[in-house]
Antibody, heavy 118, light 107 residues
Framework: EVQLLESGGGLVQPGGSLRLSCAAS????????MNWVRQAPGKGPEWVST????????YYADSVKGRFTISRDNSKNTLYLQMNSLRVEDTARYYC???????????WGQGTMVTVSS | DIQLTQSPSFLSASVGDRVTVTCRAS??????LAWYQQKPGKAPKLLIY???DLQSGVPSRFSGSGSGTEFTLTISTLQPEDFATYYC?????????FGGGTKVEIK
């Protein structure tokens, strides 16, 4: 059974930093691209970033490019999202999601809440 | 960037109704389109992948159709547990995008 467990969320001031983690189990982690998706309160999902299985390629939404960094440690089956220069508009629940073999993401974590506020 | 426009954004329906949600892409995405259902406080749940393939375990009353720029999600006979918000997502090219959502509420 695939399990994805995010952690690292919390309350941070504007301009601050946080690192989110997503611990994965139940599948061959290094074989799958992984994604971060966020959802602001009352809004729809927004794709944030994707990293390929090897970690050699990364992709970012324009809204986070230059501030957020996605990475992974395949020896620890863990995905990360380093978030710097946080803004109030980054406030959201952040989900990690496993890229599927087909066009759609079956497996999602429960999310971790990030609140950026002074 | 590929924009996805869902319609309607809100839908009021009764149990037993047939419901159709449309997702239009600003440029062709081939079959790289998925549909999700989301309930409050939960992560999105994959219903349809590759435009019209039903995810295993999803009731057959859900179906998808379309390719290119126009897609539909149909619920043939609405059940009480189907009242939720539905999103389309394109996985054709980066940046990946989601539609704005369709909230299905009880009439």
């Amino acid at each position: 059974e695939v399990q994805l467990l995010e952690s690292g969320g919390g309350l941070v001031q504007p301009g601050g930093s946080l690192r989110l983690s997503c611990a994965a189990s139940g599948f061959t982690f290094r074989s799958y691209a992984m994604n971060w998706v966020r959802q602001a309160p009352g809004k729809g999902p927004e794709w944030v970033s994707t990293i390929t299985g090897s970690g050699s390629n990364t992709y970012y939404a324009d809204s986070v490019k230059g501030r957020f960094t996605i990475s992974r440690d395949n020896s620890k089956n863990t995905l990360y999202l380093q978030m710097n220069s946080l803004r109030v508009e980054d406030t959201a629940r952040y989900y990690c999601a496993k890229a599927g073999d087909s066009s759609g993401w079956l497996d999602w974590g429960q999310g971790t809440m990030v609140t950026v506020s002074s | 960037d590929i924009q996805l426009t869902q319609s309607p954004s809100f839908l009021s329906a009764s149990v037993g109704d047939r419901v159709t949600v449309t997702c239009r892409a600003s440029q062709g995405v081939s079959r790289y389109l998925a549909w999700y259902q989301q309930k409050p406080g939960k992560a999105p749940k994959l219903l349809i992948y590759a435009a019209y393939d039903l995810q295993s375990g999803v009731p057959s009353r859900f179906s998808g159709s379309g390719s290119g720029t126009e897609f539909t999600l149909t619920i043939s006979t609405l059940q009480p547990e189907d009242f939720a918000t539905y999103y389309c997502q394109q996985l054709s090219s980066y940046p990946l995008t989601f539609g704005g959502g369709t909230k299905v509420e009880i009439k």
